[in-house]
């Protein structure tokens, strides 16, 4: 007998199955709007300099030591500078439960593990649509979810007046995921006014708002208003939890650098929380890695490279924001009957575009360009040499 002849193959991962078909097709017109990391205007994948350079300052200096269970203290303290606001009270007062976590994945799932162990009869209310591991993150927790009204398909758009709906029928007292900014998939973001809005219905209902802020920064290129959000929250006297990544905004997809905060009523909770934390991670990786908290933190401590950082950060998201342009222009000049509004008013690395699978599946097998079957441009993957042939493309499938 065979001891896993039982074992099925797994499903292929929706997003990193588009890039391996991308890497098998031979076409030299082959496009890759597929998967979320950034790209120069040449198609490259970009190290940026304040990395480079933080790196060169590490060089030699690092020892290889273990870091403590929570990670860099450094890196944590910067992280939550960033995110809850330089001069923060609750900072100072020491109300922050936060470690360093496995970039975003892991800080979200440390955060569902805690949320089972401690409040197990609670649920987790994701929007629909959301970032498709949100779904797995919850399940292997075993959290059971709930999900709330997010997009507006006609309007490609926010809908709000569902989501306030959901918001208000939910059990006082929910769990809801909310992404901070740049929403994956849509790209829609609620805007300043409605988000006081969000949250006071959250106060009125004791619900408890955790942020997964995957993007900051990568949004507007200004990572002070990408952290809107959160700060408005924080103004409304919330307690909220918070998974950031720094994967996105300073390039280090591979370094899994990212930090988990939960705010607490006091320090004395806060110190509870964080050894429970602690205590959670212990048998699933012992300690985080080091290198990647090293270059976050002397970037982020350093005046000059932080303010080089902020250069870099918004480089790219004006990248983004100008292909955005280019895409639509280009569509709207080849005569294009429908509307694309909605390329330009969403925001961050995608454009939900509104394509149908069987359209986008034609762009794969016509036109050699790979993404989600769910329409899901990655903005990142567009270059000036590659913006018409990507906007006649989606003419052809889409008139
Ligand atoms: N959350 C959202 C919404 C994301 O889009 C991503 C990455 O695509 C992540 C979290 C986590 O990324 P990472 O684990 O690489 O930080």
């Not at 933080?54 to 992280?79: D, F, H, Q, T, V």
């Not at 100072?92 to 009869?121: E, H, M, N, W, Y």
């Amino acid at each position: 007998a065979s001891w896993f002849g039982h074992v099925e193959p797994a499903a292929k991962d929706p997003i990193l199955g588009v890039t391996e078909a991308f890497l098998a097709d031979p076409s030299p017109d082959k496009v890759n709007v597929g998967v979320g990391a950034y790209r120069d205007d040449s198609g490259k994948p970009v190290v940026l300099e304040c990395v480079r350079e933080a790196e060169r300052r590490i060089a030699g200096s690092m020892n290889m030591e273990y870091l403590p269970m929570g990670g860099s203290i450094k890196m944590i303290e910067e992280s939550l500078k960033l995110a809850y606001g330089e001069n923060c009270e609750f900072i100072k007062d020491k109300r922050i439960a936060a470690v360093q976590a496995l970039s975003g994945t892991g800080a979200c799932r440390l955060f569902a593990d805690f949320q089972k162990r401690f409040l197990p009869d609670s649920q987790i209310y994701i929007p629909t649509p959301t970032w498709a591991n949100h779904h797995n993150i919850w399940r292997d927790a075993q959290v059971p979810q709930k999900t709330f009204t997010y997009y507006h398909p006609e309007s490609r758009g926010l809908d709000f007046a569902g989501l306030m709906d959901d918001i208000k029928n939910a059990p006082d007292g929910s769990f809801f995921l909310l992404h901070a900014c740049a929403h994956n998939p849509t790209g829609v973001d609620p805007s300043e006014e409605q988000w006081r809005e969000i949250s006071h219905q959250f106060k009125v209902k004791k619900h408890f708002p955790f942020f997964d802020m995957a993007y900051q920064g990568f949004a507007s290129g200004d990572p002070e208003r990408d952290a809107k959000a959160i700060r408005i929250f924080l103004e409304d006297g919330h307690q909220i939890g918070c998974a950031q990544s720094y994967a996105k905004n300073m390039g280090l997809y591979g370094q899994r650098a990212g930090c988990l905060s939960i705010l607490c009523d006091d320090e004395m909770q806060a110190v509870a929380v964080k050894s429970q934390l602690q205590q959670i991670a212990r048998p699933l990786y012992s300690n985080p890695p080091v290198h990647g908290a090293l270059i976050v933190s002397t970037i982020l401590g350093d005046p000059e490279l932080k303010s080089l950082w902020l250069k870099e950060v918004k480089g790219m998201a004006d990248r983004i924001i100008g292909m955005r342009t280019a895409l639509k222009e280009n569509l709207e000049k080849l005569g294009s009957p429908m509307s694309w509004e909605h390329i330009t008013n969403q925001i961050g690395m995608f454009c939900y575009s509104g394509m149908t699978p069987e359209q986008v599946d034609r762009l794969t097998k016509e036109f050699h360009i790979y993404m989600t079957r769910n329409g899901r441009i990655s903005m990142a993957g567009v270059t000036t040499g590659n913006v018409a042939y990507l906007a006649n493309a989606i003419h052809e499938v889409t008139k």
